[in-house]
């Protein structure tokens, strides 16, 4: 946040892994209530969300039901409605007339708008005090140490971030019913909205601030 050219931190309180305070950090980018954009998140989780679906629901046209080459019955004497082919959407058995067919329903987010849902992700976390930067996230190789860290604090529903893609943390974390745990390269706007809590390793933090402005100054 730039104010007459200066540039504003936001101090942010940096914890153990024992929950218990240990001093400040200063965030390079705005995570005060003015830089909450929620239609800007909307629109993101609503592109994660499009992102996911397959889009492989099909139903044969007329023009792919086989057969239908010869005249059903001839055109006229039969007192009925004339049809020149069996693959008609008016015939037993014919095409359908507007039915599914595969398709994309992916929707592009440019980079800007994905780090202005990730910063105000974030901010909101802070304010509400729901986000717990820890110093490190290790220890725990087993989903019960997993559950027992989050569970003694009432944090239950959590998402957990972690800078190291091969932390076991990720592996033991995938059991627990309301929590989840990604690296900072995959972090999701979705899942941190998802999640009541953000509890995110320092490293990880780091980055994830890095990434936000490094976009944001282009």
């Not at 390079?28 to 989780?45: A, F, G, K």
């Not at 780090?115 to 992700?121: E, P």
């Not at 529903?157 to 190291?164: M, T």
């Not at 995110?200 to 976009?215: G, P």
Request: hydrophobic share 40%.
């Amino acid at each position: 946040m730039c104010i007459k050219g200066l540039f504003v931190m936001t101090e942010v309180q940096l914890y153990n892994n024992k929950f218990e305070a240990i001093g400040k950090i200063s965030a390079t980018i705005d995570l005060s209530v003015e830089s909450i954009n929620e239609p800007v998140v909307h629109q993101v989780v609503k592109s994660l969300l499009a992102n996911r679906r397959q889009g492989n629901a099909c139903n044969k046209n007329k023009a792919l039901v086989r057969g239908g080459g010869a005249k059903p019955f001839k055109q006229k004497g039969t007192g009925r409605a004339r049809q020149g082919s069996s693959r008609s959407p008016l015939q037993v058995g014919g095409g359908s007339a507007f039915g599914p067919l595969p398709r994309s329903y992916a929707q592009k987010i440019n980079k800007k708008m994905m780090v202005r849902a990730i910063q105000s992700v974030v901010a909101d976390k802070l304010q509400a005090g729901k986000l717990f930067v820890i110093e490190k996230l290790d220890g725990m190789s087993k989903s019960k140490e997993v559950f027992a860290f989050l569970s003694g604090r009432k944090l239950d529903d959590s998402l957990l971030i972690v800078g190291d893609q091969n932390s076991p943390l990720l592996m033991s974390a995938r059991n627990l019913e309301r929590a989840g745990a990604y690296p900072v390269a995959g972090f999701s706007v979705y899942e941190a909205v998802k999640h009541e809590n953000l509890v995110i390793e320092k490293q990880a933090f780091d980055l994830l601030l890095e990434r936000v402005n490094k976009t944001l100054s282009r």
